[in-house]
């Protein structure tokens, strides 16, 4: 199907299933994991629209792009890129969302100690909140620096790096606060071996197949919530990257050049900042628009124009970063 008639498709009419699909063998990895350090619990897992594990279900909602490449190729043309689209990033938000499971299952979260560690996992989520990339009091797990997030997030980070093989955590971490919330992990799976969780809900929270929504009103919804909030870019930061005289009226426009170098740029600043392509791609769109409407044009080699173009982007990010604007996705 061509994606306008994709698009007009209900969530539920797609008739997906997790059997017979790439997402089976990484779920029985997962509990292949879980069963070598001895823990009973098997997160049930079901299609849903986004990546989410619910309060009280010691389960896991998979988004459903990932059970047939078809629609992993609509949702890289509308989102940009397909979170856990691959084997090794599909396992890491398995991991972090099983440690979401067995917070739940054995209510984890109740207890002073894991509090202690972690905090009170009661506090609100924040719409968006202020990451330090240089803080050691975290493990990195997943981009964006997201155990810095949420007390319950901080556990399901620390609980995803502690469980994947070969991580080698006690040498990764050495010297790090956050090694002693990885020994915390360690020494309280050590007493949940082989006890049976206390919450064994298997209810499914949002299935896709009661999803009455169209994926033309998902992604437009989704395309909305990843949408950039950024400052405006000032002028003269353009003009100090691109050329607006006369002179240089034979150079290639910068709109063009922006836009010729904008997948590249835009997946390097995304690698390093941990931002979603999309949002730093609304970026990108007025960085470009505005360079059209000032008739800036390249006035410089090519791939140092690249460079600084780069830099101003990863700039911008960071400040929108620290600015406490980190959107909480997960």
């Not at 990033?89 to 499971?101: D, K, N, S, V």
């Not at 955590?169 to 010297?175: I, K, L, P, S």
Request: proline share 5%; aromatic share 10%; charged share 30%.
């Amino acid at each position: 199907m061509r994606d306008e008639q994709l698009l007009d498709l209900r969530m539920c009419d797609l008739g997906l299933k997790i059997e017979g699909t790439a997402l089976e063998s990484r779920i029985e990895q997962l509990y292949s994991e879980l069963e070598r350090r001895h823990l009973r619990m098997r997160p049930h897992c079901w299609l849903s629209e986004e990546w989410f594990s619910p309060d009280g279900v010691p389960g896991i909602a998979i988004p459903f792009y990932l059970a047939h490449p078809r629609l992993m190729k609509l949702e890289n043309r509308k989102m940009l890129e397909v979170e856990g689209g691959t084997r090794d990033w599909c396992m890491r938000i398995l991991r972090h969302e099983a440690g979401h499971t067995i917070d739940t299952a054995f209510r984890l979260h109740r207890r002073k100690p894991w509090q202690d560690v972690f905090g009170k996992s009661s506090q609100p989520y924040p719409d968006f909140y202020n990451p330090k990339p240089y803080s050691k009091s975290y493990v990195l797990h997943l981009d964006s620096w997201y155990a810095q997030s949420h007390p319950a997030e901080d556990f399901a980070e620390t609980f995803a790096v502690w469980l994947r093989p070969d991580s080698d955590w006690r040498r990764r971490y050495a010297g790090w606060p956050a090694l002693k919330k990885l020994e915390f992990v360690d020494q309280l799976m050590d007493e949940l071996a082989d006890q049976a969780p206390a919450v064994r809900s298997r209810e499914r929270i949002e299935p896709l197949s009661h999803l009455k929504i169209t994926l033309r009103e998902h992604y437009e919804a989704k395309q909305a919530r990843y949408a950039a909030e950024y400052p405006d870019f000032y002028d003269r930061d353009l003009r100090r990257l691109f050329s607006g005289s006369c002179a240089d009226g034979q150079q290639e426009l910068a709109a063009s050049f922006l836009r010729r170098i904008r997948p590249e740029i835009r997946r390097t600043v995304a690698y390093w900042t941990g931002e979603y392509q999309y949002t730093i791609d609304q970026v990108l769109q007025e960085m470009i628009s505005r360079c059209r409407q000032l008739k800036l044009r390249l006035d410089r080699p090519e791939e140092s124009a690249k460079q600084e173009a780069t830099i101003l982007l990863t700039v911008q990010t960071m400040n929108y970063l620290h600015g406490g604007h980190h959107r909480v996705a997960l």
